[in-house]
């Protein structure tokens, strides 16, 4: 098992082949290569096609062997049967990563596992390292490189989450709805089938990447259960990591293998692994951004001590309550403090009940009534 010894040059490549460019963008290798055009890639980026001698302006090549000069990555969308070849092809120049985007591998079973297994064996020949195949790679903002959520214009702004997911899908829109949460990105990844590089080979990375303070991974299932469970333990450290482990059910471990090819194993102990390891367990897709949110927040609570903020009295209720059910306390705010935000609010809103903090409804009850 070849061991990873940096990727810088994965997510800041000097030099990007996109093997299957297109010259139609709603395909994946135009697609692509039209993100990458305009979002204003600051490397060399060769368009890889034998039918076409130009695409979007840029001069194309028959193979990735007739490039001048070195390729740090491939980006790969040419159907799954013609992918060994193609890392050959890569090998032979000298590539050093490379993002299989194409589907029809392990997540298909036995003839797809089988065909995964010569590619990855074609690597083997030579250095190249392999993110996928069966995934949507990888989000680059200091690089210029979205091939996650490419028909989404965001801003080359990094910021200190790196996340890591099985799911296409799901670091799409961690990526889109984190950052309409104010979340920003050092790097995310979207590593499908985990033929070569895993979600071991990428914390180990995240954890030594300086630009990284949060680390976030979707899983499904992995490759190489104890010794990630000994890397988290070290990093959560120095790093908080937030895990979202799906396929729980019945059902769910049925659709991971289908998916991602992964054995999702039991959900008990796996639970029982990341707590001992330090890892903050998500629940859900929701759960996954409020945590990253939250260990991105500059300024962290002293207590359990909250105020709400809402646009009603029943929305007030509600929050109390559900902030009490997770152990947060929520005092009334003293009389001067009320006097006080009537005063600031009077005139700009209209009429609105007193502001305090509203008790729970279960407490108030208790105490024999509301104040």
């Known amino acids: 098992m070849k061991r990873v010894d940096g990727l810088d040059r994965l997510f ?15 395909k994946s290798g135009g697609l692509f290569l ?20 130009e695409i979007l302006g840029l001069r194309c090549y028959a193979s990735i062997a007739d490039i001048p000069g070195e390729v740090d990555l491939a980006i790969i969308t040419v159907p799954a049967g013609l992918v060994p070849q193609v890392i050959a092809e890569c090998n032979q120049k000298g590539v050093r ?5 194409s ?33 949507m790679g990888i989000f680059s903002p200091q690089a210029g490189i979205n091939t996650i959520a490419p028909r989404v214009t965001f801003t080359k702004e990094m910021g200190p989450v790196g996340f890591v997911g099985q799911s296409g899908w799901v670091v799409e829109n961690v990526i ?10 050092s790097k995310a990844v979207s590593i499908g089938n985990q033929s070569d590089l895993t979600s071991e080979d990428l914390l180990e990375y995240l954890a030594n990447d300086d ?25 959560s450290k120095k790093k908080p990591v ?10 769910g471990v049925r659709a991971a293998a289908s998916h991602t090819g992964s054995l999702a194993g039991n959900s008990v102990v796996f639970d029982a692994a990341m707590k001992q390891s330090g890892i903050n367990i998500a629940r859900n897709l929701d759960e996954l951004i409020d945590l990253l949110v939250g260990f991105t927040c ?5 207590s359990r001590r909250v105020g709400l903020l809402v646009e009603s009295g029943g929305g007030a209720v509600a929050g109390a309550d559900a902030a009490e059910e997770m152990g947060l306390e929520v005092p009334t705010l003293s009389a001067e403090i009320q006097e006080e935000l009537i005063d600031r609010l009077e005139g700009t809103i209209p009429p609105f009940s007193r502001p305090r903090n509203r008790q729970p409804i279960h407490s108030a009850m208790r105490e024999g009534g509301f104040r």
């Open 12 to 26: 800041v490549p000097s030099s990007l082949a996109m093997v299957g460019a297109s010259k139609n963008v709603e």
């Open 34 to 53: 039209k993100d990458l055009i305009a979002s204003g890639f600051k490397g060399k980026l060769y368009p890889v096609n034998p039918r076409e001698s």
């Open 97 to 101: 990563y490379a993002v299989v985007h």
């Open 103 to 135: 589907a029809g591998f392990s997540e298909l079973g036995a003839e797809g596992l089988k065909l995964e297994k010569e590619m990855v064996q074609s690597a083997r020949q030579g250095d190249i390292r392999i993110i996928g195949p069966n995934c």
């Open 176 to 185: 889109e709805i984190g950052y309409e949460r104010g979340l920003r990105f």
């Open 211 to 235: 630009d990284t303070k949060v680390i976030g991974f979707y899983i499904e299932g992995i490759k190489r259960g104890r010794e990630f469970f000994q890397l988290a333990r070290q990093v």
């Open 242 to 251: 937030v895990v979202w482990k799906s396929g729980s059910s019945e059902v």
């Open 298 to 302: 500059p300024v962290l609570p002293a």
